[in-house]
């Protein structure tokens, strides 16, 4: 296909049979990325799953070949930009005196208004090379708030829900006793209820969480596990996550993503996986304890699904932002292809917290 060659894309590979769930799952492979070669997609057909992977590489290549001429640099200060923003982004390495350090920005716009605002470039680009490219190294590098569609619109929202649900799940880990204060009971949706039936067969078993997040939409984390006492094919459970504007489309969504999951680590070529992830009885005791919590645990009675009404358009969802704090929302154009359609954004939020927990 002339799109994938344009980004790079040598390969769609259907790895579904690599699991014994069967759901469908396809990785797109980019051997000369300058971030992750592989990209997971997945989907209730084999059709959306691909589309999905090519989507997700299409997030990255964009990010990677920025111009130049759109980058330059300066001084927070300089730019008059206001005390507070990107904090949460900050590493702890990078934060003593950042905003008087020249550094290199881009211009995005600040939503909903369209103004023009520079929004950190470590914050935008993906070219997670070694040496990094210069300027990096104070900001928490992260793929968050990148979204490709065929419209501005969807894209932009897309965005926006993946940055709610990366400052929720910061927040998490943040909060005394989150696994056993936010348990939820997943949805009896017909969609998640099937899902949920096809783990049971393959002799999986999952849970779900609600990581409290300041918008009042509900965010989901999902974790799924081999039960029973036979030896696990994988060390450690796998995840999904998922922010939408209700708890029933979140269940859904988390639950999808930490099965499929399981057959991207089964096929070995995730660069974020590396060796500790496969090594046999290494993580016996965590498992252990990750199969007790999955399999045993409890719901906590009455924890509130949402706390807002769905947002019915982009502009309820960046006034629930507002509202939260999380903001300004800034969107920086990262890429375009005429040819295919595809509009690429990147998103950030000025006062969300960075999610780089390394699982």
């Not at 799952?25 to 084999?46: C, D, F, N, W, Y």
């Not at 949805?187 to 998640?192: K, L, Q």
């Not at 006492?229 to 708890?247: D, N, Q, V």
């Amino acid at each position: 296909m002339p799109f994938c060659h344009r980004l790079g894309i040598t390969r769609l590979a259907d790895i579904a049979g690599l699991d014994r769930i069967g759901l469908p799952v396809v990785q797109a492979i980019r051997p000369a990325a300058l971030s992750e070669v592989t990209a997971l997609g997945r989907g209730g057909t084999l059709a959306r799953a691909t589309i999905g992977a090519i989507m997700e590489s299409c997030e990255r290549y964009f990010a990677e070949v920025i111009p130049a001429w759109r980058v330059f640099t300066a001084k927070a200060e300089e730019l008059a930009v206001e005390p507070g923003l990107f904090e949460g982004a900050v590493r702890p390495e990078g934060a003593d005196g950042w905003r008087r350090r020249y550094l290199p920005w881009i211009m995005g716009i600040e939503l909903p208004s369209g103004t023009p605002a520079p929004v950190p470039f470590e914050l935008v680009h993906t070219r997670y090379t070694h040496p990094p490219p210069d300027g990096d190294g104070v900001f928490t590098r992260s793929t968050t708030g990148l979204a490709c569609h065929h419209s501005a619109g969807e894209a932009l929202l897309h965005g926006l829900f993946e940055c709610i649900e990366r400052d929720a799940l910061a927040r998490a880990f943040q909060t005394h006793g989150f696994f056993d204060r936010f348990r939820l009971e997943p949805s009896n949706t017909d969609e998640t209820a099937k899902l949920l039936q096809v783990a049971g067969n393959a002799g999986i078993s999952a849970a779900f969480w609600q990581p409290p997040s300041p918008t009042g939409l509900p965010v989901v984390w999902c974790q799924t596990i081999e039960a029973g006492s036979a030896r696990p094919i994988l060390a450690l459970p796998t995840e999904g996550y998922s922010a939408r504007g209700s708890i029933e489309a979140a269940c859904k969504d988390a639950l999808r993503e930490a099965l499929v999951t399981r057959a991207a680590t089964v096929s070995g070529a995730r660069d974020d996986q590396t060796a500790p992830h496969y090594a046999e009885g290494r993580f016996a005791d965590a498992l252990a304890k990750a199969r007790d919590l999955i399999v045993n645990g409890s719901p906590k009675p009455d924890y509130p699904g949402s706390t807002v009404p769905p947002p019915a358009s982009l502009g309820d969802l960046l006034a629930l932002v507002a509202a939260s704090g999380l903001g300004p929302a800034f969107a920086v154009p990262v890429g375009l292809d005429h040819e295919a359609g595809v509009f690429c954004v990147r998103v950030v939020l000025g006062r969300a917290q960075a999610f780089s927990i390394v699982r």
